[in-house]
């Protein structure tokens, strides 16, 4: 088995000498520039986790591993050792990227060996990262009032609290943020009002009595609010306030034909 994860949507460019087992370990070594092909198939962040450790290039010593693409540093990192690390790639639109793994310095002989060995990789995985509750495409972040996202029965979502706010830093051209929403123990799983604040000033609402999507508009930058109207409820021993959950964002998702909410 060679240092890529089979069907991960990957292949080696240049820059690698030949695979090698030794004591029933495989890598390959790598004096420089090191090239990785990536197939991004989705408009999201991604991680290229790497099993790597210093070779005698290096003098076995840490050093500075730069994650770059078209001559430009996307990450770097310190290896100190024999380790995984894990490098975090800005999204993209849908293609195949070509990254360079780049060491500054090195270049030492190996003994006994006509070859420069600044490092050797054991394994090299490219991770989609999860798709939270927003579209990845949409430039915004979750504030305060959500727990973090989890997944149950095969769901992905995130249970928002009291008043789950969303920075929208730029729509980039959508008109509308629809998000998946059920109604939950905070409102006693019955139908709610969802009242929707954009820095403080209520811009729509909507009624929630099952899971169903809800169209919220944006008209630029905003700090939009989620409240549930009647919520904050517990239950049992879970001292969360789950007033409703916002399913895993799914380019399915479509606004209501008629949404019942007022601007």
Known sequence: MDILTPANNTSLGSGWFSLETYRAESFRWVMNDAE??????????????????????????????????????????????????????????PRVRKLMLHVEGGGKPAPNDARV??????????????IDVLPPELSAKLG????????????????????????????????????EIEPGPGVSSKSFVLRVLDTGVQITEAGVNTRRAVAIPLNGTALLTLHAEGG????????????????????????PAKESATA
């Open 36 to 93: 990785i092909y990536v197939a991004a198939l989705r408009n999201v962040k991604h991680y290229l986790q790497i099993h790597l450790e210093p070779g005698p290039g290096l003098n076995l010593k840490p050093f500075e591993l730069l994650i770059k693409e078209n001559g430009n540093t996307l990450a770097r990192t310190t290896v100190k050792g024999r380790q995984m690390i894990s490098v975090e790639l800005p999204a993209t639109e």
């Open 117 to 130: 060995l600044n490092f050797r990789v054991f394994k090299a995985t490219f991770i989609p990262a999860l």
């Open 144 to 179: 305060s009032g959500w727990y973090p996202l989890e997944t149950f029965n095969g769901e992905t979502f995130r249970w928002a609290g009291n008043d789950a706010q969303i920075a929208i830093n730029d729509p980039g051209g959508a008109k509308a943020l629809v998000l």
């Open 232 to 255: 904050g409820k517990k239950i049992g021993s879970d001292e969360r306030i789950m007033n409703f959950r916002v399913f895993q964002y799914s380019p399915d998702l479509k606004a």
